[in-house]
């Protein structure tokens, strides 16, 4: 079960795609993002580029669902001695996301 806290209630959902679409109206990719955040492609086409000289994922670019989705990542924090993102944009056409990501499961 999924559980979202917004304006001081808490939603609960056994599918995230469909409770963020009840909250929100807008679809969201969650399978892909799951990889996305991480700087990993999700589908064979997704296309990564990285950042010089760190090597860190600069920008994922995916043609899912036949809309164009860009992933920019803005800033990265050490965990357990691996850098991971911490600031990521996502972006498909009007919409933009900002994750703020403040602790990983490890």
Do not use: C
């Not at 959902?13 to 991480?38: E, M």
């Amino acid at each position: 079960t999924y559980v979202i806290q917004a304006d001081g209630e808490e939603h609960k959902g056994k599918n995230l795609a469909v409770l963020i679409w009840q909250l929100t109206g807008i679809t969201l990719p969650v399978d892909a993002l799951s990889h996305w955040v991480k700087g990993s492609p999700y589908l064979p086409g997704d296309k990564l580029t990285y950042q010089t000289p760190a090597n860190f994922p600069n920008m994922l670019t995916s043609d899912f669902n036949q809309r164009q989705w860009q992933v920019k990542y803005r800033q990265f924090k050490s965990v357990n001695n691996v850098m991971l993102p911490h600031k990521v944009d996502i972006t498909q056409g009007e919409l933009t996301i900002k994750l703020q990501i403040n602790r990983w499961e490890t």
